[in-house]
Antibody, heavy 124, light 108 residues
Framework: EVQLVESGGGLVKPGGSLRLSCAAS????????MTWVRQAPGKGLEWIGR??????????DYAEPVKGRFTISRDDSKNTLYLQMNSLETEDTAVYYC???????????????WGQGTLVTASS | SYELTQPPSVSMSPGQTARITCSGD??????AYWYQQKSGQAPVLVIY???KRPSGIPERFSGSTSGTMATLTISGAQVEDEADYYC???????????FGTGTKVTVL
């Protein structure tokens, strides 16, 4: 069974930093493309960015609102995904979800399974 | 930046058919995906590659596309289908994902 467990959320002052982790199990993490998605209170889903598997280049792409402030990385030896968030703004307050790709009936679906999310609050 | 537009809300009585649309310029070339999010829960994939249904998703959920519009259809809606629904796709480069604005489905 695919399991994704996010951690590291909490209260941080604007301008501060925070690192989120996503512990993965139940699938071959090193082969997966991993994605971070966030949801501000009462708002819709927002794609933040994605990291490919190392065999596919390990490259990252980011949404414009977080580009240059957020960094996605992975440690395949620990089956863990990270999101380093710097220069946090009040607008970054949200539940942050990690999600994994999966092969469904021979088709690779980039966002197939989700964790339960971790809340980040940027406030003074 | 690229956007996917959905109606804010759809409501219906149990047993009726609901159609949720998602409009985006790149949809003729990029697949659409649909996610269901019930209150306080993480999203769940209900449709992938425009029209395919993962195992465990009821047959009343179906997807289709035509030009710049993708559609999620719930045939014979049940009370348990009340949720927010989001479409997802990528921009024309394929490198940046984007979620639709979301549609709140009410079954009453």
């Amino acid at each position: 069974e695919v399991q994704l467990v996010e951690s590291g959320g909490g209260l941080v002052k604007p301008g501060g930093s925070l690192r989120l982790s996503c512990a993965a199990s139940g699938f071959t993490f090193s082969n997966a493309w991993m994605t971070w998605v966030r949801q501000a209170p009462g708002k819709g889903l927002e794609w933040i960015g994605r990291i490919k598997s190392k065999t596919d280049g390990g490259t990252t792409d980011y949404a414009e609102p977080v580009k240059g402030r957020f960094t996605i990385s992975r440690d395949d030896s620990k089956n863990t995904l990270y999101l380093q968030m710097n220069s946090l703004e009040t607008e970054d307050t949200a539940v942050y979800y990690c999600a994994t790709s999966a092969t469904i009936n021979t088709i690779v679906v980039v966002i197939a399974y989700w964790g339960q999310g971790t809340l980040v609050t940027a406030s003074s | 930046s690229y956007e996917l537009t959905q109606p804010p809300s759809v409501s219906m009585s149990p047993g009726q058919t609901a159609r949720i649309t998602c409009s985006g310029d790149a949809l003729p070339k990029k697949y659409a995906y649909w996610y269901q999010q019930k209150s306080g829960q993480a999203p769940v994939l209900v449709i992938y590659d425009d029209s395919k249904r993962p195992s465990g998703i009821p047959e009343r959920f179906s997807g289709s596309t035509s030009g710049t519009m993708a559609t999620l259809t719930i045939s014979g809606a049940q009370v348990e289908d009340e949720a927010d629904y989001y479409c997802y796709s990528t921009d024309s480069s394929g490198n940046h994902g984007v979620f639709g604005t979301g549609t709140k489905v009410t079954v009453l």
